[in-house]
């Protein structure tokens, strides 16, 4: 099977940088995407960043554009979310979405159990 270890969560000043990471392990013969989302307290989870394993193709919500960097380590098979200049809207459980194909030959789609992101003074 998959699991998937999420990392770097925490508390940060409005204005401030942390780093998520997201590694991938288990019977896996290829990866397709990893991708971010977010859940704030009352809303629905949304679309934050992905990136095509192959090709590192990239996209982001607009309202991460130009502040969060999605980036891979093929090798590790960890994503990473560079997130900066933080606003307090930012603050969500971020979870990592990962699909590709088993050894087996089946398909997965798994789901990280997310990491807490505050953004607060």
């Known amino acids: 099977q998959v699991q998937l270890v999420e990392s770097g969560g925490g508390l940060v000043q409005p204005g401030g940088s942390l780093r998520l990471s997201c590694a991938t392990s288990?019977?896996?013969?290829?990866?397709?995407?990893m991708a971010w989302y977010r859940q704030a307290p009352g809303k629905e989870r949304e679309f934050v960043a992905s990136i095509s394993w192959s090709a590192g193709r990239t996209n982001y919500a607009d309202s991460v554009q130009g502040r969060f960097t999605i980036s891979r380590d093929n090798a590790k098979n960890t994503v990473y979310l560079q997130m900066n200049s933080l606003k307090p809207e930012d603050t969500a459980v971020h979870s990592c979405?990962?699909?590709?194909?088993?050894?087996?030959?089946?398909?997965?789609?798994?789901w990280g159990q997310g990491t807490q992101v505050t953004v607060s003074s």
């Open positions: 288990g019977s896996i013969y290829s990866i397709y995407a």
């Open positions: 979405n990962t699909a590709g194909r088993l050894l087996s030959g089946h398909e997965f789609d798994f």
